[in-house]
């Protein structure tokens, strides 16, 4: 089993910047690839970036390309996604997700957390 635990969601204006952690738990948890999802109300869920188990390949998604960065840290097993220049359709629930390989964690991840909301105000 791995626990997934985000943090760092909140209010923001339009341009403005924030980033999200997600603290990982569980025997395995470091060797697993993370990502990012989020759900805006009415709309579903969505990939939004992905980072391999060692930290060497990342994927975005078109929408958050140049925006947004996503990072991970081995010895705190935790994960970060830095977002910048936000905008108000960026607004949405954000989850942290958790997936042995890095395509699997893209489309079909096996754990998550329970979300962080991120407000933007236009």
């Known amino acids: 089993q791995v626990q997934l635990v985000e943090s760092g969601g909140g209010l923001v204006q339009a341009g403005g910047s924030l980033r999200l952690s997600c603290a990982a738990s569980g025997r395995t948890s470091s060797s697993y690839a993370m990502g990012w999802f989020r759900q805006a109300p009415g709309k579903e869920r969505e990939f939004v970036a992905a980072?391999?188990?060692?930290?060497?390949?990342?994927y975005y998604a078109d929408s958050v390309k140049g925006r947004f960065t996503i990072s991970r840290d081995g010895a705190k097993n935790a994960v970060y996604l830095q977002m910048n220049s936000l905008k108000f359709e960026d607004t949405a629930v954000y989850y942290c997700?958790?997936?042995?390989?890095?395509?699997?964690?893209?489309?079909?991840?096996?754990?998550w957390g329970p979300g962080t909301q991120v407000t933007v105000s236009s």
């Open positions: 980072i391999s188990w060692g930290g060497a390949s990342t």
């Open positions: 997700a958790a997936q042995p390989n890095s395509r699997g964690v893209r489309t079909t991840p096996d754990y």
